[in-house]
């Protein structure tokens, strides 16, 4: 997620005001001169090309996300092609800042997969670490580079999927704007500088202008789409806009995962040490 993928989406402040792109300071904190806001505000009507405007915005997205730490309980409700709907349930804590958090992701049920855990160390420069434990046969495995484009645990969420990058971990250029249901978005397309690194040779990415939470993520091998994550059910919560309604899309099998957020709280106490794989094989 992330943005998350897998999470992630926007902090408020008032959102979509032009002076908060790019501000100095820790992220989610508003600048302190006047003279900062000035000149973003002459830079953003007088761009100096694409790429920088969308650069910024996706900085900003990612600023407007910043917790310390975040928890909720989650639905996964798979949807095979013929309709037919099976239900898992999970917990997800994570803890860090954006692009170098650790996050342990716990199912709960149904019975053949409660305790089934997946741990991820995000690095800001490179690929995460994934371990998953299997507490039926008491053994952890590493998810190798090349596994991260199977799919996990039956969703159409891959593993890399579940990863979080950073923005520095990109290109980005500027497509224009495009309303996602009925919300005016910046439509920026996304591509890996290491191009190994990644299943998806680019993403098109769909930014809110009112409060800059992720509407929309279409990713490509080549030139076939072949997921698509949409973002709904946005709410305010503890002053970051938050999607509480997720969809993701297989578009080869024609398959699809809903996952609702439940119970969801960001910056509440978290020990390091519980996100470890020896923490996660206690549990």
Same mark, same amino acid.
């Given at each position: 997620?992330?943005? *998350? #993928? /897998? &999470?992630? @989406? $926007?902090?408020? %402040?008032?959102? +979509?005001?032009? *002076? #908060? /792109? &790019?501000? @100095? $300071?820790?992220? %989610?904190?508003? +600048?302190?001169?006047?003279? /900062? ?247």
């Amino acid at each position: 997620m992330s943005e *998350g #993928q /897998v &999470g992630q @989406v $926007g902090q408020v %402040g008032e959102a +979509g005001r032009v *002076g #908060q /792109v &790019g501000r @100095v $300071g820790r992220p %989610g904190r508003p +600048g302190k001169t006047l003279f /900062v806001c000035v000149a973003l505000f002459a830079a953003w009507r007088y761009p100096m090309n694409a790429a920088d405007n969308a650069r910024q915005i996706v900085e900003e997205a990612q600023k407007r996300t910043d917790a310390r730490s975040q928890r909720y309980e989650g639905l996964l409700q798979v949807f095979d092609h013929n309709g037919r709907i099976s239900d898992k349930r999970w917990t997800l804590e994570r803890l860090g800042s954006h692009g170098q958090s650790r996050v342990v992701l716990r199912f709960t049920l149904p019975a053949e997969v409660k305790g089934v855990a997946l741990l991820v160390v995000n690095h800001p420069d490179r690929a995460s670490d994934q371990w998953m434990w299997t507490p039926a046969i008491e053994r952890d495995r590493r998810i190798a580079l090349q596994d991260r484009s199977t799919r996990f645990f039956g969703t159409d969420f891959s593993f890399e999927d579940l990863e979080e990058r950073d923005v520095s971990q990109y290109e980005y250029a500027l497509g224009g704007e495009e309303a996602v249901d009925g919300a005016a978005c910046w439509k920026i397309q996304s591509t890996p500088r290491e191009s190994r690194s990644s299943q998806y040779t680019r993403s098109i990415v769909w930014i809110r202008k009112d409060n800059y939470a992720f509407a929309r993520i279409e990713s490509y091998v080549k030139d076939l789409v072949v997921r698509r994550l949409n973002y709904s059910g946005f709410q305010n919560v503890q002053g970051i806009w938050t999607a509480r309604l997720l969809e993701m899309s297989d578009l080869k099998r024609g398959t699809r995962t809903r996952m609702t957020l439940e119970k969801l709280e960001y910056n509440l106490p978290l020990k390091d040490e519980d996100f470890t794989l020896q923490a996660i094989r206690r549990q």
